[in-house]
């Protein structure tokens, strides 16, 4: 284990339902990250937050929507999905600054 | 210019074999280059990681070489095992900041 665990580590939805996805880690790290992995695709970096504080969105649609109420915890709430949405949601922490993240094992979402 | 791009798609080697994926990056700001494997249903996993002050890192059968002035490193895997079948990423970044992914490798080992 990589001490970065994912809930739930599978999801079916509809299009017109809200979920949440959540990660939490207790290695001490400050940066957490939202990546999400389409098959026959280069992992995509969604979200950046260090501090609590959201650094980085890569053009996510509104559709996604980060929570990071503390360092140690990092939510992914859903609504109105799309089917494309379907893939594996990973979530990664690091030290600020530190070099070597650590993934989760992931979400496995399927929206239908 | 954040890209890193990573080749081939799949490789196929047979067990025993050398197993060769590469990667080419434009930033030379990046400052850390590491290789993840990722087996299915698992989220990826750092293998081995280098940093361009060397030309070469090796951890048992894993192996990096770096060439600073062409922009490019890769992932040599010695003695190739099934076990080893899985996708790898090579990833770089600057400053222990986000990683910037390549596009990954399906690797299968035969017996």
């Known amino acids: 284990e990589t001490g970065v665990t994912q809930t739930p580590r599978h999801l079916v939805m509809g299009m017109t339902n809200k979920k949440s996805l959540k990660c939490e880690q207790h290695?001490?790290?400050?940066?957490m990250y939202w990546y999400k992995q389409s098959a026959k695709k280069p992992l995509e970096l969604m979200f950046v937050?260090?501090?609590?504080?959201?650094?980085e969105n890569n053009s996510v649609p509104s559709r996604f929507s980060p929570e990071c109420p503390n360092s140690s915890h990092l939510f992914l709430h859903l609504h109105t999905l799309q089917p494309e949405d379907s893939a594996l949601y990973l979530c990664?922490?690091?030290?600020?600054?530190?070099?070597?993240?650590?993934f989760g094992q992931g979400t496995r979402l399927t929206v239908v | 210019q954040q890209q890193v791009k990573q080749s081939p798609q799949s490789l196929i080697v047979q067990k025993g074999g050398i197993s060769i994926i590469n990667c080419a990056y434009e930033?030379?700001?990046?400052?850390?280059f590491p290789w993840y494997q990722q087996f299915p249903g698992k989220g990826p996993a750092l293998l081995i990681a280098?940093?361009?002050?060397?030309s070469e890192k090796k951890e048992g059968r894993f192996t990096i070489s770096f060439n600073k002035s062409a922009k490019q490193f890769s992932l040599h895997i010695m003695d190739s095992q099934p076990g080893d079948s899985a996708t790898y990423f090579c990833?770089?970044?600057?400053?222990?900041?986000?990683?910037?992914f390549g596009q990954g490798t399906e690797l299968s080992v035969k017996p």
């Open positions: 937050y260090n501090f609590k504080e959201q650094t």
């Open positions: 930033n030379t700001a990046f400052d850390y």
């Open positions: 990833a770089a970044s600057r400053q222990g900041g986000k990683l910037i």
């Open positions: 990664a922490s690091n030290r600020t600054g530190g070099a070597e993240a650590f």
């Open positions: 290695l001490g790290h400050n940066a």
């Open positions: 280098i940093r361009p002050d060397v």
